[in-house]
Antibody
Framework: EVQLLESGGGLVQPGGSLRLSCAAS????????MSWVRQAPGKGLEWVSA????????YYADSVKGRFTISRDNSKNTLYLQMNSLRAEDTAVYYC???????????????WGQGTLVTVSS | QSALTQPRSVSGSPGQSVTISCTGT?????????VSWYQQHPGKAPKLMIY???KRPSGVPDRFSGSKSGNTASLTISGLQAEDEADYYC??????????FGTGTKVTVL
């Protein structure tokens, strides 16, 4: 059974940093691209970033480019999102999500974690 | 990248059919057959209902179907049931290794 468990969310001041983690199990983690998708309170879904299975290719939405860094440790079956220079508009639940087909890059995800809430406020 | 346009809400009585539209451009919905639909109940993670425009993952009832014409994709729920009441989002590949989501539609079962 595919399981994705996010952690690392919390309250951070504007301009601060936070690192999110997503522990994966139930599939061959290194074979699948992974994404981060966020949802501001009461709002819709927004794709944030994606990374290839090897970690060699990364992709970002314009809204986070230059501030967020996606990475993965395939030996630990864990996905990360390093978030710097955080703004109030980054406040959201952050979900990690798995690509449906091994070997693909950015594709619409199949399985999602339960999310972790990031609140940027002074 | 602008969000895909969905109606804010749709409603129907149990047993009826409802259709949700998802309008984009030739750079996203119209340009690729990579449109997915997600169901999200309050406080829960999104669940994949349709992928590659019209394919259903195992376990998703065949009451859910997807299609696409030009720059608009559609999700139809036939034989509406109480548990179908949720928010629904479309998602499309948008080129240059990016994804774009729809604005979301609240489905109400009357």
């Amino acid at each position: 059974e595919v399981q994705l468990l996010e952690s690392g969310g919390g309250l951070v001041q504007p301009g601060g940093s936070l690192r999110l983690s997503c522990a994966a199990s139930g599939f061959t983690f290194s074979s699948y691209a992974m994404s981060w998708v966020r949802q501001a309170p009461g709002k819709g879904l927004e794709w944030v970033s994606a990374i290839s299975g090897s970690g060699g290719s990364t992709y970002y939405a314009d809204s986070v480019k230059g501030r967020f860094t996606i990475s993965r440790d395939n030996s630990k079956n864990t996905l990360y999102l390093q978030m710097n220079s955080l703004r109030a508009e980054d406040t959201a639940v952050y979900y990690c999500a798995k690509a449906p087909v091994p070997g693909t890059t950015v594709t619409t995800p199949d399985y999602w974690g339960q999310g972790t809430l990031v609140t940027v406020s002074s | 990248q602008s969000a895909l346009t969905q109606p804010r809400s749709v409603s129907g009585s149990p047993g009826q059919s409802v259709t949700i539209s998802c309008t984009g451009t030739s750079s996203d919905v119209g340009g690729y057959n990579y449109v997915s639909w997600y169901q999200q109940h309050p406080g829960k993670a999104p669940k994949l209902m349709i992928y590659d425009v019209s394919k259903r993952p195992s376990g998703v009832p065949d009451r859910f179907s997807g299609s696409k014409s030009g720059n608009t994709a559609s999700l139809t729920i036939s034989g509406l049931q109480a548990e179908d009441e949720a928010d629904y989002y479309c998602c499309s590949y948008a080129g240059s290794y990016t994804l774009v989501f729809g604005t979301g539609t609240k489905v109400t079962v009357l």
